[in-house]
């Protein structure tokens, strides 16, 4: 029976107005396998594939390091017997197309097959993002989860928890859930915050035996009430009264409701706009959680109410588009100084031409200014000064 490929997803912003990347890939394919010469028969990395440069080089060196020492301390965190674990697995740096191309991915890492795929570009520009995403990839080649029917939310919740036991962090400093991962269904850091809530109050071998119960194809929503004695969604009520269960998190569940989700999922009576919309709140939610991003959204939300009222330059009132913004975390976790100036990028719907606006706060909590406005053409070329 084949494997399932594991990876990190992020949700999908559709035409939201907002479109967050915090991180993207490119470049040439990798070509070259470097089997270690010093390679041991016990040790789990076998190979390293990537483009031969100085830079990989190093990446690809700690690689094999990371893989070779987190290995073993997830199977035991896992609660997995080594003689029953896969043996071996061979790590991948390659570009964006290329993970593209092979599982529609838009994340920084994948598992498929016992192989780990990780984005070669983004990585050599953020080499320090190596060791958390890397860990959590490994987790998902212990796991090798054979059944079908495995909930996704606890495949990539085990494999952030097993990340954060061993002291690495995914994206995030610490497992909370967010506006991000608001609801143990999202999967990853909420998922893995719930575990950790449980096996710190009700059952310190919840993540072992869960990841037994997903390993042999059983399980239900009723393990839990079997592992704690409480029924699931008691365990949830009690979680969100503790710190790792943010404001961004309740937020967004409440918009979800609102929508027609249930427990975070959609259901026959979720709304037929509801993605774009929650898509959108999602995305002002994730930027107001870090320090400098409170003050970006509020840029966003100036100029949506400009479009609204029929007063922004360039666009009739009810027109629609949205607003393509690539973030860095520099750029969200600085705090804001002032007089703060940002510029911002429309594109409206069935116009091929691109509105540029900047807009300026004097001091915090002042009036936003729309200080200057223009269009170009794809290409950058200036249309009209507005």
Known sequence: MSHFPMMRRFPQSGMAFLLLMLAQFCGCATQNVVQFPDHQPGEPVRAVIFKDAPEIRSLADRARTIGNESYPKILEVLGEKASEAPKHFDIVFQNHASMKTLMNDNSGGFMSRGTIYLGLDWLTNSPEKLDAYLVHEVAHVAQNYRWRKTPAHWTEGLADYATYKLGFTNDWACAECSAMYPHYTSGYSCAAAFLLFMETNYN????????????????????????TGVELGDLWQAFQKTPAFTAGAADILKVEESLGYVNGRPTAKTKADAAEKLARARSFAVIEEHPGGAVIADTFRFLKNLREDGQLPGWKKGEKGHVEMFLNKTELSTPPTYPFRYSVTLKKNGDNLVYHYTVSRETEGATWKLEKSWCTDKGGRLIRDF
């Open 204 to 227: 310190p071998q919840i993540a072992a035996r869960l990841n037994q119960e997903l390993r042999r194809g059983k399980y239900s929503d009723a393990f839990f009430k079997d592992a």
